[in-house]
């Protein structure tokens, strides 16, 4: 079983930026962030593989960043230039040996 720790989010203007973080109890092959705003499914945000190979959705592809310290299990991933509608709950992934596992989730609010 492996536990997920997220840290980061909260409330931030348009134009803003917020760094969203989260920590794996152990090594796991792919970490990244998912996330859910109201009405809508849970869609891809970023990952990223051990070897450093990341996976961008196509709605935040070129505004946010994500990176990994594997000697620290952490996935960071620096968000700017953010959206109205990028407000959802972000939701930390793990994948590692055919398992998924899943973060309880941080909020993150774009609002003026």
């Known amino acids: 079983q492996v536990q997920l720790v997220e840290s980061g989010g909260g409330l931030v203007q348009p134009g803003g930026s917020l760094r969203l973080s989260c920590a794996a109890s152990?090594?796991?092959?792919?970490l990244g962030w998912y996330r859910q705003a109201p009405g809508k499914e849970r869609e891809l945000v970023a990952t990223?593989?051990?070897?450093?190979?990341?996976n961008y959705g196509d709605s935040v592809a070129g505004r946010f960043t994500i990176s990994r310290d594997n000697a620290k299990n952490t996935v960071i991933m620096q968000m700017v230039s953010l959206k109205v509608e990028d407000t959802a709950v972000y939701y930390c992934y793990a994948s590692s040996a055919g398992a998924v596992y899943w973060g309880q989730g941080t909020q993150v609010t774009v609002s003026s």
């Open positions: 152990t090594a796991v092959f792919r």
């Open positions: 990223i593989t051990s070897g450093a190979r990341t």
